[in-house]
């Protein structure tokens, strides 16, 4: 069974500073999604991550895959308050068709 | 309307009660599923339509019964549910046979079951 890890799953973090979020998986996936959810809103797909080693960056975020590790890593460089939201990776096994394995999800709430 | 659309946006029923979920997507996707959040829990997967057929069912209980008409529209049908079942249920679309097979997601029922 597929297991999707996250840590940490509460992160309170102050503007401007640096932080990762790290998200592990049991098995061998074919692909690594990254969502953002807002309180009360669906969803938002931020980055699908296809291969080993790769790196995918918008805005603040950054995000990463390490297959071989079965890791990957979501950074948010200086913060700014409007990144507070609920951000889930997900894990796909199947070649086609998604089949989608969540985290937990870490909530982070970014400070003035 | 555009993307993923859900209604109701809030539910409350009673255990009694016979209610429905209609989710709907305007992206031509050929995959849709249903998905349960609870609190403290990640999303679980519940249903899975491809082409209008349903490809997997993640030993859901019969109290949930989902149909897909077409390709735009699925459902959720609700009965005899309980207290437990209160959660958001997110629907999701997809273009299954592609390589970026990223799911796009509604906004969620919110549903509370006295």
């Known amino acids: 069974e597929l297991k999707v890890e996250q840590n940490p799953l509460f992160l309170s973090m102050q503007e401007g500073k640096n932080y990762t979020i790290y998200c592990n998986y049991s098995?061998?996936?074919?692909?690594l999604y990254w969502y953002r959810q807002d309180p009360g809103k669906s969803l938002e797909s931020l980055f699908v991550l296809l291969s080993n080693g790769a790196v995918k960056q918008e805005g603040r975020l950054m995000a990463s895959l390490d297959t071989k590790a079965r890791l990957s890593t979501l950074h948010i460089t200086a913060a700014v308050h409007d990144l507070s939201a609920t951000y889930f990776c997900?894990?796909?096994?199947?070649?086609?068709?998604?089949?989608?394995?969540f985290g937990e999800g870490t909530q982070l709430t970014v400070n003035p | 309307e555009t993307g993923v659309t859900q209604t109701p946006r809030h539910l409350v029923m009673g255990m009694t009660n016979k209610k429905s979920l209609k989710c709907e997507q305007h992206l031509g996707h050929n995959a849709m599923y249903w998905y349960k959040q609870s609190a403290k829990k990640p999303l679980e997967l519940m249903f899975v339509?491809?082409?209008?057929?349903?490809?997997e069912n993640n030993s859901v209980p019969s109290r949930f019964s989902p149909e897909c008409p077409n390709s735009s529209h699925l459902f959720l049908h609700l009965h005899t549910l309980q207290p437990e079942d209160s959660a958001l249920y997110l629907c999701?679309?997809?273009?299954?046979?592609?390589?970026?097979?990223?799911?796009?997601f509604g906004p969620g029922t919110r549903l509370l079951v006295l």
């Open positions: 999701a679309s997809s273009q299954g046979t592609g390589t970026l097979e990223t799911q796009y």
């Open positions: 339509y491809s082409l209008e057929e349903r490809v």
């Open positions: 997900a894990v796909d096994k199947r070649a086609s068709g998604s089949r989608l394995t």
């Open positions: 098995t061998t996936s074919d692909r």
